[in-house]
């Protein structure tokens, strides 16, 4: 299934000042085969998601989003997104 990634603008330019993340940044999490994700919980009747995984293996990340399908495509809204904290780091690295 293909993915696509949505967000909110006003929220990615909130993100990056706060966090020093862009969610263009964010969305190449999910090109790493390592990744894990953790449902966080259900908000306004949405199922929350965090994913761990490494930006071209180097940058690690901690990505919320929501996740959907829409006409047989995958689009994940991204929510926010942070470097991860050294409990999180080790949570990816050993499971």
Do not use: C
């Amino acid at each position: 299934m293909e993915q696509y990634f949505e967000w909110d603008e006003a929220k990615n330019r909130k993100n990056q000042k706060k966090h020093d993340v862009s969610f263009e940044t964010a969305s190449l999490v999910f090109e790493d085969p390592l990744r894990i994700s953790i449902q966080d919980r259900h908000t306004d009747g949405e199922e929350r998601w965090q994913t761990i995984g490494r930006v071209k293996g180097v940058l690690m990340l901690l990505v919320a989003h929501t996740i959907f399908d829409e006409d047989g495509f995958e689009i994940i809204r991204i929510i926010s997104a942070r470097q991860v904290t050294k409990a999180e780091r080790d949570k990816y690295e050993h499971g």
